[in-house]
T-cell receptor, first 116, second 109 residues
Framework: GAVVSQHPSWVICKSGTSVKIECRSL??????MFWYRQFPKQSLMLMAT?????????EQGVEKDKFLINHASLTLSTLTVTSAHPEDSSFYIC????????????FGPGTRLTVT | AQRVTQPEKLLSVFKGAPVELKCNYS??????LFWYVQYSRQRLQLLLR??SRESIKGFTADLNKGETSFHLKKPFAQEEDSAMYYC???????????FGKGTKLTVNP
């Protein structure tokens, strides 16, 4: 149980276009989803926290107008990278939790974004 | 602000040898600490958390508040332990994880 999927697993887009990444909790209802960014050979950096039905909370330094997050249902959150630039190329990972006391997060497999 | 330090980027041991992956944290409150593992081509998954005090796959980690450490240990490393290991912290009541930079463990035959 507690499986999180992401789609697509990899995507290539042209500079200036927008790309949407989906994060789904397959067998549980996720009250909270998190979006991370991971640069090559570096750690995961939290971008934003997304609660179902409310606006996402962005970490300091993350542009909310560039990285649009929508958490429309308890099983789906989306991250849209708007007007993508090559520096947005990265590995984007989501995780989900349902408010367990031990705060365990279940991670998706990640999405590799390459902006050309 | 919370910070997690994993001083070793790479750690290489031989099969059967003891292994210790270091993690130090800075946080003034009561932290909750975790170890996550990422095997090759797999997603990040929880290995263990300090509040459960359990041993997973032979790994243990003890929270030392005096030294602000949460080192991960295993007495006899196996080749299948080769992976990327991340130490992470949340502050009391928060679900937000702050990760260390990770240590890549290689267990040689």
């Amino acid at each position: 149980g507690a499986v999180v999927s992401q789609h697509p697993s990899w995507v290539i887009c042209k500079s200036g276009t927008s790309v949407k990444i989906e994060c789904r909790s397959l067998d549980f209802q996720a009250t909270t989803m998190f979006w991370y960014r991971q640069f090559p050979k570096q750690s995961l950096m939290l971008m934003a926290t997304s609660n179902e039905g409310s606006k996402a909370t962005y970490e300091q330094g993350v542009e909310k107008d560039k990285f649009l997050i929508n958490h429309a249902s308890l099983t789906l959150s989306t991250l849209t990278v708007t007007s993508a630039h090559p520096e947005d190329s990265s590995f984007y990972i989501c995780s989900a939790t349902w408010g367990r006391v031990d705060h365990e997060q279940y991670f998706g497999p990640g999405t590799r974004l390459t902006v050309t | 602000a919370q910070r997690v330090t994993q001083p070793e980027k790479l750690l290489s041991v031989f099969k059967g040898a003891p292994v210790e992956l270091k993690c130090n944290y800075s946080y003034s409150g009561s932290p909750e600490l975790f170890w996550y593992v990422q095997y090759s081509r797999q997603r990040l998954q929880l290995l263990l958390r300090h509040i459960s005090r359990e041993s997973i796959k032979g790994f243990t980690a003890d929270l030392n508040k005096g030294e602000t450490s949460f080192h991960l240990k295993k007495p006899f490393a196996q080749e299948e332990d080769s992976a990327m290991y991340y130490c992470a912290i949340t502050q009391g009541g928060s679900e937000k994880l702050v990760f260390g930079k990770g240590t890549k463990l290689t267990v040689n035959p």
